[in-house]
């Protein structure tokens, strides 16, 4: 038994609990920093937030 979930014009599903299509963007993405020797530093958190 399958779920149908009602789709809005752009065919995207449509509104409902906390989910908006609204808040649907193009191009979003995924960035990771790390210290490949395993050090500790705030550099690191800083670099990250280039991502944001």
């Known amino acids: 038994m399958t779920h ?3 789709l809005n014009k752009q065919g995207l ?4 609990g ?3 299509p609204e808040n649907e963007h193009d191009a979003c993405g995924i960035g990771f920093v790390a210290n490949i020797k395993g050090n500790k530093s705030h550099d690191i958190i ?7």
């Open 4 to 6: 149908q979930v009602p």
């Open 13 to 16: 599903p449509k509104a409902q």
């Open 18 to 20: 906390l989910y908006n």
């Open 46 to 52: 800083k670099q990250g937030c280039r991502f944001c």
